[in-house]
């Protein structure tokens, strides 16, 4: 029996969010409105989105003893989430510095601070937290040989899924755990190289997964999501909205579809519920202030 439906290894940040008419280009200046600062980073959110959908869930991360350590603790208590992985001190919190443009695109710059000091130590220590987990999802705002370190501890029959944002190129040893590795069109021409990826997702589908995961999703935002698990490719549509902010509907998308796949739904149904989460994200500004309860998602 699991005592948790999703752990979530990764990173915590404050988001520092300004409102533009457009991102300033080199040299160049451009005037914002008021910053406002909400609780983010890739695993802080993913854990938030999860719990909201009602996902019994758990954060193993790093933040520092300090203003924004405190507001991210007190976030992922108000969503439900299990914040006894969640380690304090070693260095500031981490601080994503975003930009948003009126039709809901978003730039970002993220300062990893604590998150850079997650390291493998800290999943060894944790391995009771592995143990008590159906699925463990993780991405690449923290250490990569932490992220090693998640797959060499994974329990027989915990399921892993991996998000390579941002992207980097990985080691066999990662690729070949991930069910399913869940990227971008970014991410995805990373991860193959750039000029030889191809031009459809079916394309960069077919080459991630000679690479060694055991299945991909591709995410094409407004356009639903792409699945593949070497049996053939799957397109599954999404709801349309009208965006507001962007920021953060990549990481309700991952949680959902991590819960989802726990809990015994096929890739591509898993695949199918997660773009509605996502969906449902875009339609509210911010992050994690933005995630959907399970009813929500339902009301569309």
């Known amino acids: 029996m699991y005592d948790y439906d999703l752990l979530v290894v990764g990173s915590a940040n404050a988001d520092l969010v300004i409102g533009v008419e457009r991102r300033p280009g080199a040299g160049e200046t451009v005037l914002g409105g008021d910053l406002s600062v909400h609780p983010g980073g890739k695993g802080a959110n993913q854990a938030v989105a999860a719990a909201r959908l009602g996902a019994r869930t758990a954060l193993l991360a790093r933040v520092g003893d300090d203003g924004h350590g405190r507001l991210l603790l007190d976030s992922l208590r108000s969503a439900g989430v299990d914040p006894a992985g969640v380690l ?24 990893p601070g604590a998150n850079a000091r997650l390291i ?23 250490p990569l040989e932490t992220v090693e370190e998640v797959v ?5 029959g915990t399921r892993f899924v991996l998000n390579p944002s941002p992207p980097r190129p990985l080691p066999a040893e990662v690729l070949a755990a991930c069910d399913p590795l869940i990227v971008n069109e970014h991410e995805a ?11 459809e997702p079916e394309d ?6 000679a690479l060694g995961p055991r299945s991909v999703v591709v995410t094409l935002g407004a356009e639903g999501a792409l699945v593949h698990d070497g049996s053939g490719a799957t397109r599954v549509a999404s709801v349309k909205v009208d965006a507001v902010d962007t920021t953060g509907a990549g990481d309700a998308f991952t949680a959902a579809l991590a819960w989802r796949l726990g809990t015994g739904a ?9 773009a509605r989460v996502g969906a449902a994200a875009v339609t509210k500004p911010g992050a994690q202030e933005s ?6 998602v339902r009301a569309l």
């Open 266 to 274: 096929s890739l591509a149904e898993a695949a199918g519920y997660a």
């Open 291 to 296: 995630y959907p309860t399970a009813e929500e």
């Open 204 to 209: 960069w589908a077919r080459g991630l997964l």
């Open 189 to 199: 021409r990373v991860l193959l190289g750039g000029a030889g990826a191809g031009e």
């Open 88 to 111: 304090a001190g070693g260095a500031p919190t981490g601080v994503a510095l975003i930009t948003v443009d009126p039709s809901g695109d978003n730039s970002i710059v993220v300062s």
């Open 120 to 142: 493998p130590a800290d999943v060894r220590a944790a391995e009771g937290l592995l143990r008590a987990s159906r699925v463990v999802s993780t991405q690449l705002e923290i």
């Open 152 to 156: 060499r501890a994974l329990p027989s």
